[in-house]
């Protein structure tokens, strides 16, 4: 019989594969606009996730285009990983003994994966667009800089320093008994 704790971790490796689909769908997607961009405009143009403030840039640009693309679907392949790695983590988690090495790995990747993702929706973002208006004199909307994503890696980074301590923890009472 599985207890409370072991149906709720079920469920969410299930909405963390699910996390992992969508944002894998979407950067397909966008990877897919990106290339038929070049190929039929028009068709780009009704594809789904579409944003049509970055395909107007390619009537100016093509250079800002494609870095702004690039940059769209960078950020959306280092989601999908996280969800991935959420996914894995939920997977090898284990109740009786949670503190082990592979966790606390896990763990770790996920804040630098979300710090990453900070990174690209804000520095980077932020640097395109300065250029963008300089050079060509369009301004984007406000972009949402993933500011939630520098918080969840400092919070997860901290818990898989505390899992770190706990596997020290256990290892010198191991040596001990």
């Not at 990983?81 to 003994?97: D, E």
């Not at 790995?105 to 900070?118: D, F, N, P, Q, T």
């Amino acid at each position: 019989m599985k207890t409370r704790t072991e149906k709720i971790l079920v469920v969410l490796r299930i909405l963390a594969f699910m996390g992992f689909i969508k944002y894998s769908i979407d950067c397909g997607a966008q990877l897919t606009n990106f290339v038929a961009s070049f190929i039929n405009t028009d068709w780009a143009k009704r594809t789904y996730e579409v944003n049509l403030d970055i395909f107007n840039i390619r009537e100016k640009s093509i250079a800002y285009y494609s870095y702004a693309m690039c940059l769209t679907i960078a950020v959306s392949m280092l989601k999908a990983t996280i969800w991935y790695v959420v996914y894995a983590l939920l997977t090898k988690l284990k109740l009786k003994t949670p503190f082990s090495r592979e966790v606390e790995k896990k763990l770790e990747a996920i804040a630098y994966l979300s710090l990453g993702v900070w990174i690209m929706s804000s520095f980077f973002w932020e640097t395109y667009t300065y250029y963008l208006k300089q050079d060509t004199g369009i301004q984007l909307p406000a972009n949402n800089s993933g500011d939630e994503y520098l918080f969840m890696a400092g919070v997860v980074y901290i818990i898989s320093q505390i899992f770190k301590r706990g596997i020290e923890i256990e290892e010198e009472n191991q040596l001990t008994v």
